[in-house]
């Protein structure tokens, strides 16, 4: 069972090479699997949206937040894995954090997270000011992060199967919080797929959370690649 998560969400890379920040991902993935006791799997989602502002999102869960609470520079095997990996692509930038499960629409966490491929998620994110409590947001947290206007807005044929909620544990990190909500449906669906983002968008720009001064996005995605220890 997953006690931590990573989410990393990488920019478009100056030089425009995604070959190599997918290679770069490998390389810092698979020094986890073999050295990190923790490392449970690693997910890579790529944005489907043309110019996207991120162009990949990694979704990492260990054992214990042994791994998140000793970031690079606390741990040297760590440390050294990240500077061989920017030899491999020098102009790549992940927006990190680590972060805990706060809570799943269904009740039951997701884990284990491997999916078929044609599998789909909306991904968000939100900059949640420091006045507004963990404990706040997480009463209202259907409602802030639009999965309340998500679930009236899916159709049966989506294959809406839960809505994750994932709270930052760590002092860095842009975003305070994270959903993960998955489709079975999607897959021949883009348009509707993105139609979804769209009204996530028209929520998040309301006065409802800019009355809050919260900030928030959402992408549509899949995963392109899955690292796992058997």
């Known amino acids: 069972m997953a006690g931590a998560f990573v989410w990393n969400?990488?920019?478009?890379?100056?030089s425009g090479n995604l070959p190599k920040l997918v290679e770069y991902w490998f390389y810092v993935g698979n020094h986890g699997v073999k050295h990190h006791p923790d490392f449970l799997s690693s997910h890579l989602h790529k944005n489907l949206e043309?110019?996207?502002?991120?162009?990949?999102?990694?979704?990492?869960?260990?054992?214990?937040?042994?791994?998140i609470t000793t970031p690079p520079p606390k741990n040297p095997d760590m440390k050294r894995a990240m500077e061989e990996a920017h030899k491999?692509?020098?102009?790549?930038?992940?927006?990190?954090?680590?972060f805990a499960e706060a809570a799943v629409t269904t009740g039951k966490s997701p884990y284990p997270y491997e999916r078929p491929g044609t599998t789909r998620f909306l991904i968000s994110h939100f900059a949640v000011p420091d006045d507004i409590?963990?404990?706040?947001?997480?009463?209202?947290?259907?409602?802030?992060?639009?999965v309340s206007l998500l679930e009236k807005e899916v159709s049966p044929d989506m294959g809406y199967a839960y809505s994750a909620l994932y709270r930052?544990?760590?002092p860095h990190g842009p975003y305070r919080y994270v959903v993960r909500s998955e489709f079975a449906g999607l897959h021949d669906k883009e348009e509707a797929g993105f139609g979804l983002v769209g009204k996530l968008r028209s929520y998040?720009?309301?006065?409802?959370?800019r009355s809050k001064k919260i900030e928030a996005d959402a992408a549509l995605c899949k995963v392109v690649i899955d690292m796992y220890r058997e």
């Open 204 to 209: 998040f720009g309301s006065e409802t959370l």
């Open 50 to 67: 043309p110019n996207p502002k991120f162009v990949y999102v990694n979704f990492a869960a260990f054992i214990t937040n042994g791994f």
């Open 9 to 14: 969400f990488f920019l478009p890379p100056p």
């Open 88 to 98: 491999i692509m020098d102009d790549a930038k992940g927006l990190m954090g680590g």
């Open 168 to 170: 930052r544990v760590t």
């Open 133 to 146: 409590s963990s404990e706040d947001f997480e009463a209202n947290w259907t409602d802030w992060t639009g």
